[in-house]
């Protein structure tokens, strides 16, 4: 477990729709900040209690005991990757925009003052609610930078967005734009997925991804950079143009 972060340590902020997204999407890039001392909240839109939790309702589990285990999930896997996790309850399949709860997330945005933010990517034909939380993600943080919204904090700066890798990249128009290693931090991550049983399927499906995602980084880092064998990696992309004084 990283050591608590001091108010002036850097910030991230992950948004995602379900309770489990921020695991399998950005679990070791959670791990690599909160490692680092830095801190990082994650806003849970929904717990995921109707599509993403089969097997509890197979169980016969009531609604309200869904997202009590869904919940305790995602606090625990929170824990584990070093972050904090807040639930904003929304309701999924289908997860609704509205105005509140963009508000709700503009004051996310202004108390936390993250410098840098990952959400999902705009694209999903298999599932409306991870567009939905990105829109809302992106609409909250240009709300969130002008000085006349009606919201409490300091207006934001211009953190760059990274979209996480969906479930099935080859049909959300997802590319890989950056190869982030985590390969010292893939035990942490292994160890929050197994806090959620409620999709223990994916377990061994995001191992296997981070191996590929890995083998990929290799081979666009170069050969004689000494990683490991096994190396683990996550895939993003950026919304906005990155800013620099050098092309590397």
């Not at 849970?44 to 609604?63: F, P, V």
């Not at 639930?87 to 503009?106: C, I, K, S």
């Not at 990952?118 to 709300?143: F, G, K, Q, S, V």
């Not at 990274?162 to 982030?180: A, I, N, R, S, W």
């Amino acid at each position: 477990m990283a050591d608590t972060a001091s108010p002036s340590a850097p910030s991230t902020l992950v948004i995602t729709a379900h309770a489990g997204d921020f695991v399998w999407r950005a679990g070791g890039a959670i791990a690599l900040a909160a490692s680092r001392g830095e801190q990082v909240t994650i806003a849970c839109l929904t717990y995921g209690e109707r599509g993403e939790s089969a097997r509890a309702w197979r169980e016969g589990k009531s609604l309200d005991e869904i997202k009590a285990i869904r919940r305790d999930e995602a606090e625990r896997a929170a824990a584990t990757l070093g972050a904090e996790v807040r639930f904003f309850d929304a309701g999924d399949y289908p997860l609704r925009e509205t105005p509140e709860l963009v508000d709700q997330l503009v004051g996310v945005y202004r108390e936390t003052q993250p410098d840098v933010v990952l959400t999902h990517p705009p694209h999903d034909p298999y599932n409306a609610d991870h567009p939905a939380a990105c829109r809302m993600a992106l609409e909250a943080r240009i709300l969130a930078q002008a000085i006349g919204y009606p919201a409490e904090g300091d207006p934001l700066g211009a953190p760059p967005v990274f979209y996480f890798e969906p479930h099935q990249p080859e049909v959300c128009d997802f590319t890989p734009e950056v190869l982030l290693d985590i390969t010292d931090v893939f035990a942490t991550k292994r160890a929050a997925m197994e806090c959620l049983s409620a999709q223990q399927h994916l377990w061994e499906y995001y191992t296997d991804l981070g191996k590929r995602r890995g083998v990929q980084l290799k081979r666009n880092a170069g050969p004689n950079l000494g990683f490991p064998t096994t190396t683990y990696g996550e895939a993003y992309m950026r919304p906005y143009p990155q800013v620099t004084e050098r092309l590397a």
